[in-house]
């Protein structure tokens, strides 16, 4: 029964294993672990700017899921990956520092990214 909620998410179906120590937990099976989708939910601009039709452009994107490690995050506007290092995360907090699930991603869109 779990593994079948944890299928339907996005990265379903991984088996566990928990070291401590030294010691092993041994594989949990029944693919206890899985991840949920990042979600867009709003990317300004939508459109780029046509005062900017000449080089790259900045654009925020904001969502969910994204996670709290930068240097896993990977952007592609029309097929064409937009440099590691123009990339910058921002996870909203509550007051007592937890992570509200909702984040921003600060990017460079390469010039032209998307068109043929």
């Keep these: 029964m779990a593994s079948s909620i944890y299928q339907s998410l996005v990265g379903g179906g991984f088996d566990l294993l928990i070291q401590v120590g030294g010691q092993t937990s041994g594989v949990s099976g029944d693919n206890k672990f899985a991840y949920h989708v990042p979600v867009v939910q709003l990317v300004v601009p939508p459109v780029q700017p046509a005062t900017l039709q000449i080089e ?9 899921n994204f996670g709290t490690d ?7 506007v029309g ?3 937009s440099p590691a290092s123009s990339i910058r995360l921002f996870n909203f907090r509550n007051s007592d520092d937890s992570v509200t699930g909702v984040s921003e991603i600060f990017v460079t869109v390469p010039f032209n990214a998307g068109r043929d």
């Design 70 to 76: 930068q240097s896993a995050v990977r952007v592609s």
């Design 79 to 81: 097929g064409e990956d």
């Design 56 to 64: 790259d452009t900045k654009i925020t994107i904001t969502g969910t």
